[in-house]
């Protein structure tokens, strides 16, 4: 009796230690994958960024370009009314 239990044991035992190494196995891979995904989410969003800060440096020059050119049409247009 003793023997046959031990038995169970050993093979009940095999099959968890079996399942567990599968369920980490699984994990490892799953975890590859997630930071994969995320390595390329954070290099497609770094260009984004980059993109970003592109289009907000042109938009900062152009309002002052803009404000530059509305005072240089004011002068035009008051030293007109002048002459």
Known sequence: MQEE????YS???ARFCSAVKNLQDEHAISRREVETVLGRF???????EQK?????SSMR???????QD???L??????????
């Open 61 to 67: 020059n152009l309002e002052e370009n803009l404000s």
């Open 52 to 56: 970003v800060t592109e289009l907000e």
């Open 5 to 8: 239990l031990e038995q169970m």
């Open 70 to 72: 509305l005072a240089k």
């Open 11 to 13: 093979k009940i035992d």
């Open 42 to 48: 954070t290099v497609n969003n770094s260009s984004y």
């Open 74 to 83: 004011r002068e035009d247009q008051q030293a007109r009314r002048l002459h």
